[in-house]
């Protein structure tokens, strides 16, 4: 099993050049990325394009991924779904046919989405809940409403830097207890 670490691995070799780091990369997340291509496209003989598509996107971008300690897979998935949309948009530009828009798929979640959502945001609540009350406050308050550090420090009276520290600590705290 390929891990976190490894596929960050390929994607910094890519971003240097190794064409054995693509292959791998290619062979370790292809029939992820596919299923992706073929969600949003509805459409295999597309899908395999755009999938062929979206690799020679992600080698010539392989020097934009920074390595955060989030899931690279994200990363991969976001410019492969992006690409997928960008050739829906360009077919829906090029053809006026109502019909071939009534034809496409609903984007909504299905039933396995929405189970596995709802057990990403159990463990997201019991982890904030694991926060001292006005650390997980702020960062609601910063990344879900759209505060600014000045107007949580207005709101909590503190000064703008232990704001920023009470952020940065408050998440990594989140992803410790996210890995676990």
Known sequence: MTTTEDIEAMI???????????????????????????????NRAEAEDALQDAFVKIWRNADRYK????????????????????????????????????ALEDSAPGPEALAIAASDRARIVGCMAGLDPDKAGAVRRAYLEGETYQELAEVYGVPLNTIRTWLRRS??????????
């Open 12 to 42: 910094t070799g890519m971003a240097g050049g190794d064409r054995n780091a693509f292959e791998n990369l290619y062979a370790a997340t292809s029939a992820k990325l596919f299923g992706v291509c073929l969600r949003v496209l509805n």
């Open 171 to 180: 998440l990594q705290k989140l992803r410790e207890c996210l890995s676990q």
């Open 67 to 102: 390595v955060n300690g989030l899931s690279p897979m994200t990363w991969l998935i976001t410019v492969t779904r992006n690409l997928c949309i960008d050739r829906i948009r360009a077919r829906k530009a090029t053809s006026g046919d109502m019909d071939e828009v009534a």
